[in-house]
């Protein structure tokens, strides 16, 4: 049923294009690829060779607009590399039939699906800026379909989602650390909404409004988060504090040098392999690594991330010349080579351990209003409903504070244990 409604699909559009070239005079009809050549490049979408699949996509990005509708389809299939590759090659067309389809993948049970679906309504831009909207301003639509929502409006970044999504912090509050995080994201254009947000009536507003000004770094949020620290809600003054304090970090230089050559991928297939390729080299240089590491070394943490590459945390303070740096690099690039791959990638930054103590004074504070929040409440409404609180209130600043304080314990400890 499928491959016939593929069939019909392709055969369609084969019949517009032909009928457009006679009218018009042009002779088009022998670049337009065969049938059956349609159909075999999608197939090779779950192809088991990943330079089939590689090259199935930029063949069927290069077709363009006549494989839109036969890969919209294809969205649809069991196979979830299928549904996988079918998104990558939409992302890349560009078509702004796909937004609607591609949305549908945001609730995929895979998550690679979900995130291909993600990544490509990114790509396609601002066509899908105002169904994003809609979603997020509906207020009988899922949580997690609205989650998924504000991801991808951040990673568009088009100014039309800043106000809606200032919005949705009154309106949603299953949504405000998902809102808080984005925002951070969507850089300058959302500086000077965040700033009027800090006056706003409701904390929660106030208070994702101060993190999401310490994520974007700009200047301009300086005096406000200033003024936030004064704040009558101790949660605004404790994020307005965090958030002063990671704008004095950003504004610094931490970069010291950077080696080797960043892996390049036209599909998630070949980052996901990368991503591989990374870990195990972490992990193959992890006994030559142990005279650089601190105390007896400048090196505080080193590991692979979303950059594409591998980062070595070198102490502030540390007197670390290029000898030193070239020798830590090549702990890596030998074992690189090892397994295949050369210039191994490495960053070097300053980092301290001052993150650490921010990260557990946030955490503290968090707690203690937590606990004076309950204090405060009237005894019989407490003894009623402690219980469900305790089962069902979510925690999103603690949870996000915990997995920043466990992501730094990891990133020191990982080559002690």
Not at 149 to 172: F, H, N, S, T, Y
Not at 315 to 330: C, F, K, Q
Not at 351 to 378: L, P, R, S, W, Y
Request: with cysteine; net charge negative; aromatic share 6%.
């Amino acid at each position: 049923m499928r491959v016939c409604k593929l069939k019909i699909a392709f055969a369609a559009f084969t019949l517009i294009i032909i009928q457009l070239s006679l009218f018009c005079g042009v002779h088009v009809v022998s670049a337009i690829p065969k049938e059956p050549e349609m159909e075999s490049l999608i197939r090779n979408l779950s192809a088991s060779d990943l330079n089939v699949k590689t090259d199935s996509v930029k063949a069927l990005v290069e077709i363009g607009e006549p494989a839109v509708e036969p890969l919209i389809l294809a969205l649809g299939v069991e196979d979830p590399e299928l549904r996988e590759n079918a998104a990558v090659t939409l992302g890349k067309i560009k078509d702004e039939r796909a937004v609607e389809p591609l949305i549908g993948l945001l609730t995929d049970e895979e998550w690679e699906v979900e995130q291909a679906g993600n990544n490509a309504l990114i790509a396609i831009g601002k066509p899908a800026v105002e169904p994003l909207i809609k979603i997020l301003q509906d207020e009988n639509e899922s949580v997690f379909l609205q989650r998924e929502a504000v991801q991808v409006l951040a990673g568009i970044g088009d100014e039309r989602a800043i106000q809606p999504m200032i919005q949705a912090l009154k309106e949603e509050p299953e949504l405000d650390a998902d809102l808080g995080y984005s925002l951070g994201l969507m850089g300058e254009p959302a500086v000077e909404p965040l700033i009027r947000a800090l006056g706003d009536e409701d904390p929660n507003v106030r208070v994702r409004a101060a993190e999401a000004l310490g994520r974007i770094g700009d200047k301009r949020a300086v005096m406000p988060l200033t003024d936030a620290l004064n704040d009558e809600n101790e949660m605004v003054r404790t994020f307005a504090k965090l958030g002063l304090k990671s704008i004095g970090s950003q504004r610094e230089n931490t970069l010291i040098a950077t080696y080797g050559k960043e892996g390049e991928f036209y599909i998630e297939d070949q980052r996901r392999e990368w991503y591989d390729q990374l870990d195990t080299i972490c992990k193959l240089a992890r006994n030559d690594m142990e005279p650089y590491m601190y105390p007896e070394g400048p090196v505080v943490s080193y590991g692979w991330g979303i950059e594409n590459r591998i980062g070595v945390g070198i102490l502030e303070g540390s007197e670390v010349n290029n000898s030193t740096l070239d020798n830590i690099y090549d702990v890596f690039d030998m074992v690189g080579k090892e397994i295949g791959v050369n210039d191994v990638p490495v960053v070097f930054r300053y980092e301290g351990f001052v993150q650490m103590e921010t990260a557990q004074e946030v955490a503290e504070d968090i707690e203690k209003n937590n606990k004076t929040e309950e204090t405060d409440k009237e005894p019989e409404e407490t003894d009623k409903t402690a219980g469900d609180v305790r089962k069902s209130r979510p925690i999103p600043e603690l949870k996000f504070v915990f997995s920043l304080l466990s992501t730094l314990t990891a990133a020191f400890y990982m080559n002690k244990s």
